[in-house]
């Protein structure tokens, strides 16, 4: 439901992008569309934090008494979340905004959805990783929050990554709205053949020559790494962390004595 009603309010916002491809609109509404798509599902993953706070002692108890292995409960839990709440959504939110904005055609809402869904993979197993290692669901929220925000930070949208210092680029190394940002505005531009950017001097609207969505991606250091690269990177983000949260359940949650 709560997909479904942000892509309604999403798509009503930016409905029929294209009309504006002759004006600056056409070119800083794409880009805040999918800057808007990674704050939404980092906001959303949050909701991964608790999953493993929840029931950690019984878990930890059960386990001692033999009733299940930490393999059973780690995969029940993540298949639980993972499937409904993670993938589900993305394709309703896809189905109902990518029409009513008028994103690039020729099949490319494929690519868009597997993007999402990926980006929504990763943030969230970076909450239930945190989510697990943490002392309490204070620490869990507060931690969980400032990584989402950094990610946010180093997506490309805010600050051109060309202006990054040297010693913080390890932070948008580590960020999946990076990955996810680039391969969501390389997949709506590449294709895109005229897109103007227009000013106003003097009550005199100007406009500039066309530009090609490539053009206006290399202009702002968007778009650095090929789609395939970065859902490659997303998705081993999200293998990495799933991967690192089952081996602290079996070495550091311990029933004490």
């Known amino acids: 439901v709560i997909s ?6 999403l798509g009503f916002s930016f409905e029929n992008l294209n009309q504006y491809n002759e004006q600056t ?28 706070r929840r029931d950690q002692q019984v878990f930890i108890h ?12 780690f995969s029940a839990s993540v298949l639980t979340d993972l499937i409904p709440y993670r993938v589900i959504p993305p394709c309703i939110f896809t189905a109902i905004c990518y029409p009513m904005i008028g994103l690039a055609g020729g099949g490319k809402w494929k690519i868009f959805l597997g993007i ?18 943490a002392a309490s669901n204070a620490v869990a929220n507060a931690a969980g929050s400032l990584v989402v925000l950094f990610f946010l930070l180093f997506c490309g949208y805010l600050q051109n990554s060309g202006g990054i210092p040297d010693d913080f680029l390890w932070l948008q190394s580590m960020s999946p709205c990076y990955y996810g ?50 859902i490659r990177v997303l998705a081993c983000i999200t293998a990495g962390t799933i991967g690192c949260t089952f081996l602290v359940m079996i070495c550091f949650l311990r029933e004490a004595r």
Do not use: H
Request: charged share 15%; with cysteine.
């Open 181 to 230: 940002y680039n391969a969501l505005v390389a997949n709506e531009f590449d294709g895109i053949k005229e897109l103007c950017i227009t000013t106003i001097l003097g009550g005199e609207t100007l406009t500039s020559d066309p530009f090609t969505g490539k053009e206006i991606l290399d202009c702002l250091n968007l778009g650095k790494l090929s789609i395939g690269e970065d």
């Open 62 to 73: 059960e386990r001692a008494s033999g009733v299940y292995g930490t393999l059973s409960y």
């Open 116 to 133: 999402i869904i990926l980006l929504n993979l990763s943030m969230s197993a970076i909450m239930m990783l945190i989510g697990v290692i």
């Open 25 to 52: 609109e056409g070119i800083q509404d794409r880009l805040g569309v999918m800057f808007f798509i990674q704050m939404y599902y980092g906001l959303m993953s949050l909701s991964s934090l608790p999953i493993w």
């Open 4 to 9: 479904a009603l942000v892509a309604l309010g």
